[in-house]
């Protein structure tokens, strides 16, 4: 059996300083050319000894619209983990986080601010392709003071996962949670993934008012963080037709050795930092916020990807 551990972070951006710093060192990375043959999506979750170089990430846009397998419908089921700071509402719909509701935050109309949605990746989903992403009924249960899921692959390889808030001696603003991971590979061959995807959910404006520019996806390699904001994905003339870029529906790029990936707006983050290895890729893509229909205002789902691996049978 392997295992691995990660950490997602809700986190409160105090003073905005560290994006004003993104903002103002940004340089907008190309979209990662379509391969020529299926890519090997990178990890999501369990990090197991990758046993080769992590591969140029994730799956070409083209792709997105059909998906390789169907999934049988099921009954969702949430389960509610809770401390004095944050509500976590995680579903067996691919088995993670929904919505992270941040008790000591209030949004419009005095309600509390809520960190992703039902309707957009559960933070924490393993995923092979997140533009055709296939979210499978998970088993779910409490235990304790953590949320465990368990899935059995066709190849017979099991996915254990549980989500827990990481011990504090803080008496207040306890964000972290931790998902360990592990996978038991109960058939009678090697099972080996090319590479797969964690998911980061969605983020987008708390008021109609904030700047589309702080809507982004970020990650940091040597404790340098880059990133794009949603107007990347309209295009852009370029100066007098120099650099001129067509919209695009998805952001990839290959960013071998990344500590950490988020999604953020002006206010908060959700970030993933895995444990036991670093990410080898990113992907976004910008999706329409309905709450304000007389505005286009627009919000940004991402993943992470991770290298792929081989875990022996028994």
Not at 9 to 24: F, K, N, T
Not at 124 to 139: M, Q, S, V, W
Not at 164 to 185: H, R
Request: aromatic share 10%; proline share 8%.
């Amino acid at each position: 059996m392997d295992r691995t551990a990660w950490i997602a972070v809700i986190l409160c951006v105090a003073g905005l300083v560290l994006w004003e710093v993104y903002l103002a060192r940004q340089i907008r990375p190309k979209p990662l050319a379509a391969p020529g043959t299926t890519a090997a999506p990178v990890s999501s979750t369990p990090v197991i000894a990758p046993s080769a170089p992590p591969s140029s990430a994730s799956p070409a846009p083209e792709a997105a619209a059909v998906a390789a397998e169907t999934i049988p419908p099921f009954q969702e089921a949430v389960e509610t983990l809770r401390n004095s700071d944050v509500e976590l509402r995680l579903t067996n719909r691919g088995g993670g986080i929904a919505e992270a509701i941040l008790l000591n935050h209030k949004a419009e109309q005095n309600a509390h601010v809520t960190l992703n949605s039902s309707d957009r990746l559960p933070i924490g989903a393993i995923i092979d392709n997140p533009a055709a992403p296939l979210l499978p009924e998970y088993r779910i249960a409490r235990e304790g003071d953590a949320i465990r899921f368990e899935r059995t692959m066709s190849e017979r390889v099991t996915i254990r996962k549980k989500f827990f808030f990481q011990k504090s001696a803080e008496a207040k603003d306890n964000f972290v949670t931790e998902l360990d991971v592990d996978l038991e590979n109960g058939g009678a061959a090697p099972y080996a993934n090319p590479g797969y995807f964690v998911a980061l959910g969605g983020a987008a404006s708390i008021h109609p008012k904030d700047y589309p520019s702080y809507t982004r996806l970020v990650w940091c390699i040597d404790g340098k963080a880059k990133g794009i904001d949603v107007g990347w994905f309209g295009g852009g003339s370029g100066f007098f037709g120099v650099g001129q870029r067509a919209a695009q529906p998805f952001y990839q790029q290959n960013v071998a050795g990344a500590e950490w990936v988020a999604v953020s707006n002006q206010f908060f983050t959700t970030l993933i930092a895995p444990l036991t290895a670093k990410a080898a890729s990113t992907w976004a893509r910008r999706f329409d916020v309905a709450r304000w229909p007389d505005q286009k205002i627009f919000g940004v789902e991402g993943a992470l990807g991770m290298p792929g691996f081989q875990l022996q049978s028994g």
